[in-house]
């Protein structure tokens, strides 16, 4: 025997046989996975950018009727508070009657449903979360569209598994993971992320094999290509094309990371605080339970009129900060602001995501932290821009613990790819620091929570037993 052979018989015996033998019978999955998952990005596809259109759809029609409301009977403020409170009405309503897994973001109940410990009822979810969704974030409330639409996109991918009757486990699980791939793909115009998403941050949750991992991109590409047939090839978010930073500079990116490290700790402590909160308000009873949602909802009605930069997902206002229309000191009490209304609205249990406010928060603390960093030191070539940029990668990764697909979100909705560096350094720095300060990554936060309540339930009912 050869010293080659020799070398490669040793390390057949360090990897265990087992998983030799696991890994390729995971890759046994029919090759069929593939052409459904096709089938499971567009749809996905589809779902994602008619939600999107919907609730721009919404927005502009809640917008009309108030021009129109202009010297009726009522009060302007009077109309802004009753139109985005039954709204918000539709959202809570159609969650607690019919779906309640279709409460906040969704994405932890696809992460259950991928470990088969959440039930997937895409005949309820679907309808609710796309017609709730529309009315929740079309109230001026700060909720994302792109956890719900990670949600469709997962159920969407278990509607086709039920509808050509897939029995396969492997194949059902690679389904779900493919739709939830399309739709962040198409949440976002960001095939790249919605991949990573499925592979590193529900990496917990995710059946890794060849044919799985196929399957996820095959779905985000084709989500990619509907989204942007209808909406166009453009950037999500319109902003300057910035260089490179200097290299005097990079330092700055790893402080500002370690600060968005311990934000994001006490932010996903806090969003579970306040969800609880909440809970005590109106103690799952249905009529307090609107009632709670219909004010929450109202009174954004009213912030819309008069502080419009507190309300909405805050896609649109990331352009308006790296325009450099506000101070720094506005931006402080803009992300003071923003925290508290994020965490209001998310925690009430509508059915909105986190990722666009946290994409928000992320660029307003970022850009005021640039603009403070000119001043301490103006000799240093400082551009507040791309440390609003380095933000929003941050505080993803601070709290959802997944820096790599902080990343790759980032530069494909900027299309800043020459920032690839800092967005680095500063998604590291937080996630490095968040890791040492014992949290918890958000959505296996909320997972957990979901499921303490669905036990604490399940024991208050009368046992079964004569």
């Not at 057949?12 to 890759?27: A, C, K, M």
């Not at 991928?114 to 609710?128: A, G």
Request: hydrophobic share 50%.
């Amino acid at each position: 025997m050869t010293k080659r052979e020799k070398f490669k018989q040793s390390l057949l015996v360090r990897v265990p046989r087992e998983t030799i033998n696991q890994f390729l019978s995971r890759d046994k999955t029919p090759v069929s996975v593939l052409f459904l998952s096709c089938i499971v990005g567009i749809l996905a596809g589809f779902v994602g950018t008619l939600f999107e259109l919907g609730v721009h759809f919404v927005t502009d029609t809640r917008t009309e009727w108030l021009k129109d409301e202009i010297g009726s009977v009522l009060p302007l403020w009077a109309s802004a508070f009753i139109i985005s409170a039954a709204l918000a009405f539709i959202g809570y309503f159609l969650v607690h009657k019919f779906a309640p897994e279709a409460a906040g973001s969704g994405i932890p109940e696809i992460e259950g449903a991928m470990d088969n410990i959440r039930p997937v009822r895409w005949w309820r979810v679907l309808p609710v979360k796309f017609f709730g969704g529309l009315g929740a974030l079309g109230s001026g409330m700060v909720l994302g569209r792109e956890g719900p639409t990670v949600q469709m996109g997962g159920n969407i991918g278990r509607m086709v598994t039920d509808i050509f009757r897939v029995k396969d486990d492997d194949s059902r699980h690679t389904l779900l993971a493919s739709g939830a791939a399309g739709g962040l793909a198409a949440a976002f115009n960001a095939p790249l992320a919605g991949i990573m998403f499925v592979v590193e941050e529900m990496r917990p949750h995710f059946r890794y094999s060849l044919i799985s991992i196929k399957a996820v991109l095959i779905s985000a590409v084709a989500a990619t290509i509907v989204f942007r047939s209808i909406n166009g090839q453009g950037a999500v978010i319109s902003m300057p094309q910035y260089d490179s930073p200097s290299m005097q500079v990079l330092w700055l990116f790893l402080v500002l990371g370690a600060l968005f490290g311990i934000f994001g700790v006490a932010f996903n402590r806090l969003v579970t605080l306040f969800q609880d909160l909440f809970v005590k308000l109106h103690k799952n009873d249905l009529k307090r339970f609107l009632l709670t949602g219909s004010v929450i909802g109202g009174i954004f009605g009213l912030l819309l009129l008069y502080v419009p930069e507190l309300t909405g997902g805050g896609i649109g206002l990331i352009p308006e900060i790296t325009n450099g229309d506000f101070g720094a000191g506005f931006l402080f009490i803009l992300f003071i602001g923003r925290v508290f209304t994020t965490l209001i609205c998310f925690g009430s249990g509508a059915p909105g995501g986190i990722f666009a406010p946290m994409l928000a928060l992320g660029t307003s603390f970022g850009y005021a932290f640039g603009l403070m960093a000119q001043l301490i030191f103006p000799d240093l070539p400082i551009e507040p821009g791309v440390f609003a940029i380095a933000g929003m990668g941050a505080l993803f990764s601070a709290t959802v613990r997944a820096p790599i697909t902080g990343i790759l979100l980032v530069i494909e909705m900027t299309n800043n790819y020459y920032l690839i560096l800092p967005l680095i350094i500063t998604a590291l720095g937080a996630t490095i620091i968040a890791q040492m300060l014992g949290g918890q990554p958000i959505y296996s936060q909320l997972l957990h929570r979901t499921l303490k309540n669905t036990k604490l339930k399940q024991e208050d009912l009368p046992s079964r037993e004569n």
